[in-house]
């Protein structure tokens, strides 16, 4: 392992590397996109993730092709990004997006031990919605054996950010064309009852928080 | 080059394979998550991309470790994911994501024909903020010659598509727990004036457009 491919190589003064960044970035966002090599090259599929600490867990079913390759072992890399605006600049050359991102290279590791596993499927459901373990039925033996959970450190993970007004070169700036950025931000509709709901099931505190994360602009 | 690596091997009935949807989840996207293997094995970036026909294309700055190494010609993968919607379920087991998303394998090739490139980037311009390409100014020759294009055939791409309610096994129905979809959607803000802008510049109308294609909900 070479800690030092986790260094961000372009433009460094977007490169952070502290925890608290990296985990503020990966604990805004509930999707990672998993990158492996397998025979016949680079494989980028999107997955969900949970975090705890300096770990994320992956997961998938014993059937998922990806997963069975990743339990062996073998190096990967997770990027998560949020995209928080266009930055509309009056060259094309300076056009660029407002971003947070991390990526993580290592070796994704099974999760066999039971408790371990009982903990880390615990923490992926709470990433994406939090207190929402302890409202659904748990797992019962036949989906806790379907289910591979995988490991990975944050020890090799880094940041990078991008913030702010577009950086345009100074002979431009008397141009006639509007520059500034359009800010994007992820947020969440009015739940949609599932047609089979017993009739007068409130949306429960987990999805109620959910709504609070993703506010309506 | 394997053309049976695109078909979809998880759950076989979420995946589809038409152009048209294939290209309205391009289209709806703008950022892909790009992989490849280098000697530590896989890296997974994001980076913007654009769409023309058959094709993505994919730029950065020569001085890009990722891009130099993809000039080369070396095989890819490309992800792109849109959020639609977190599944609840009855029991964590059936918990999912509601998601759009397309993966691409093949070899990017870069494009050294300047008629070609210009396309190129009026393509990847007008991918993330159409219409842009005819209000800002254009690369010049210094520009030009520090972005590297990359182009990517979608010849093996295929796209995975979950869209509904949860998928609760019958004797969870009757659980005394929410379930349904919590709906996600990309919005954006209003635009924010870069602080050098000419008094009096208003928006383009390609910023109208990027308003109307995330509107506020």
Redesign the interface.
Known sequence: ??PE?ARV??LPERGVYDSETVYSILDEN??C?????VD???????T?FGRDGDMIYLH??V????LREMRGG??????V?S?N??V??????N?S?N?R?V?V?GNATEITDVQEKLHA?EVL?NH??PG??E??????NS?FT??IVLKLSLEEASAKVRVG??H?DSE???????????????????????????SG????P??QT??AR?P??
Chains 1, 2 share one sequence.
């Open positions: 392992m070479d491919r190589r372009r509930i999707l996109h998993v990158g492996i090599n016949h090259g680079p494989v980028v599929l999107p969900l998938g079913s059937g998922a092709h990806m073998i190096p990967v890399s997770v990027a990004t995209v605006g266009i509309a600049a009056r060259s094309h050359f056009h997006i971003y991102s990526v290279f499927l459901t994406v919605l929402r373990w409202e659904a039925r748990q797992p019962n989906e379907q289910t007004p577009p345009d431009d700036l008397s141009l006639d064309v509007w520059a500034g950025v359009i800010p994007l931000s992820v947020v969440a509709g009015e739940p949609v009852d599932d047609p089979d709901l017993t099931t409130a949306p429960s987990s999805i959910a709504l993703w309506a602009k």
